[in-house]
């Protein structure tokens, strides 16, 4: 039983560790960005501890996640799925958290349909 639950997780590190494109550069997420396929951008300017609300375009597709992460920094777990609003638009309510090293720079990962695509971003 430990030998098969050891095996799962490492099964579960190797499929989390696949080779992925590098997220694609976003200089202003409010005003939007595109990529794979997809469109995306936020109601106001993302800032830490102040909810705005994110929204994908990704026509056809069926469910949309959202995972901010900064590269090497363990900022806790910032994962939305995102609500369908018709036509390939899908909108969530997001509020980040501070960093306490004062860094800013964040990557947003989408999950489309189980395809990933990335946008780096600032917050103010």
Not at 32 to 46: I, K, W
Not at 102 to 119: N, T
Request: charged share 15%.
């Amino acid at each position: 039983m430990v030998r098969a639950a050891w095996l799962a997780l490492l099964l579960g590190l190797a499929a989390c560790n696949k080779p992925q494109a590098p997220a694609m550069p976003c200089a202003d997420l409010q005003q939007g960005c595109t990529g794979a396929g997809v469109r995306v951008n936020t109601d106001a300017p993302p800032s830490a501890l102040t909810p705005f609300t994110l929204t994908v375009v990704a026509p056809g597709a069926r469910e949309v996640v959202a995972e901010f992460v900064m590269v090497g920094m363990d900022m806790g777990l910032n994962r939305y799925r995102l609500q369908s609003a018709g036509g390939g638009r899908f909108t969530a309510r997001v509020t980040l958290p501070v960093c306490v090293s004062g860094r800013r720079d964040w990557v947003l990962w989408l999950s489309v349909d189980g395809k990933r695509v990335g946008f780096a971003f600032q917050t103010r």
